[in-house]
């Protein structure tokens, strides 16, 4: 249907429930004039009357009337799902998909989720939690959690997540059995477990110091593809290892692993939430956003 067609029936149909061509253009924001137009152009497009006008009064004909019986409630159906629609901006209920990798999950999304959900029983809920790069858009995710350098260039990305830090990790009998690296570059000399990233890619590890940036490819002596198989390499003594802080922290707290190369390891932007940009944010998008961002304030404030 021609789209101006629509429009027109749509101010015929107000103009047969207001009687009155000067009080549907007030409820429609026109002027009489403009409405009055309208309803000639329609007439004469169909090549009917569907108006009968007097002094006094305006009434549907007959035609008029088999026109409004099937316009009437298919307008008021599409008034009644708008209203609908409006609510849910108001209303966290509906369905809300989150995708995000397992280190995202553990440290931030399962504790803001969880949260979410308990306080929110009418949203129904899904997480999925996979080590590889979803297309949010073709697999109807509203929203996923990734690290700001691994996001396409058309999505709103929005940061939900403290900074984050990588440390380069080692066993203390594989560091008192070699010369630790005291420079990026020395790193070539060790043996080096490798993580393999969703991409099929082995991760690099990259430093920074002084405004310096290096990247270091490593020729591991042996690759995982999971982040507690990394960690339990390295503290078995299998070399050194890269990897976030906070999955080798409770390793270095009881001594089952040391850290090198500290001061060229500064913290970086963390997470973020990213969502298509056509999309419009549902009201349970925003709640998620806002229990991410409180369980980031509680994190840091510990």
């Given amino acids: 249907m021609?789209?101006?067609?629509?429009?027109?029936?749509?101010?015929?149909?107000?103009v047969a429930e207001e009687r009155s061509f000067t009080a549907a253009a007030r409820s429609l924001g026109v002027t009489q004039s403009a409405v009055s137009q309208t309803v000639k152009r329609l007439e004469a497009d169909?090549?009917?009357?569907?108006?009968?006008?007097s002094t006094r009064s305006i009434a549907p004909t007959a035609a008029g009337e088999r026109l409004l019986a099937t316009l009437a409630p298919v307008i008021a159906e599409i008034d009644a799902e708008i209203d609908d629609l409006e609510q849910l901006r108001e209303e966290p209920g509906g369905r809300l998909r989150v995708t995000c990798g397992k280190h995202a999950a553990d440290t931030l999304v399962w504790p803001a989720f969880s949260r979410l959900i308990a306080a929110h029983p009418e949203i129904d809920g899904e997480l999925s939690v996979e080590n590889r790069h979803v297309d949010i858009v073709a697999e109807r995710f509203d929203v996923g959690i990734r690290l700001r350098e691994d996001l396409e260039m058309d999505m709103v990305a929005v940061p939900v997540g403290p900074h984050l830090r990588a440390v380069v990790v080692g066993a203390p009998r594989y560091l008192d059995s070699c010369d630790p690296p005291h420079t990026p570059r020395d790193v070539s000399a060790h043996r080096c477990i490798g993580f393999r990233n969703a991409g099929g890619t082995l991760?690099?590890?990259?430093?920074e110091k002084d405004g310096h940036a290096e990247t270091v490819k490593v020729s591991p002596s042996l690759i995982v593809n999971d982040g507690?198989?990394?960690?339990?390499?390295?503290?078995?003594?299998?070399?050194?290892?890269y990897m976030l802080e906070d999955l080798a922290a409770p390793f270095l707290n009881d001594g089952l692993l040391v850290?090198?190369?500290?001061?060229?390891?500064?913290?970086?932007?963390?997470?973020?939430?990213?969502?298509?940009?056509?999309?419009h944010p549902t009201r349970a998008f925003t709640l998620f956003l806002e229990s991410l961002r409180a369980e980031t304030s509680a994190t840091t404030s510990k």
Wanted: hydrophobic share 45%; net charge positive; aromatic share 14%.
């Fill in 259 to 279: 850290e090198v190369l500290a001061d060229w390891c500064p913290p970086f932007p963390g997470y973020h939430a990213f969502y298509s940009s056509r999309r």
């Fill in 228 to 241: 507690d198989a990394l960690v339990g390499a390295a503290s078995a003594g299998m070399g050194l290892a």
């Fill in 2 to 14: 021609d789209p101006r067609k629509f429009s027109d029936l749509v101010i015929f149909n107000r």
């Fill in 46 to 53: 169909l090549g009917i009357r569907l108006l009968s006008r």
């Fill in 203 to 207: 991760s690099p590890w990259s430093f």
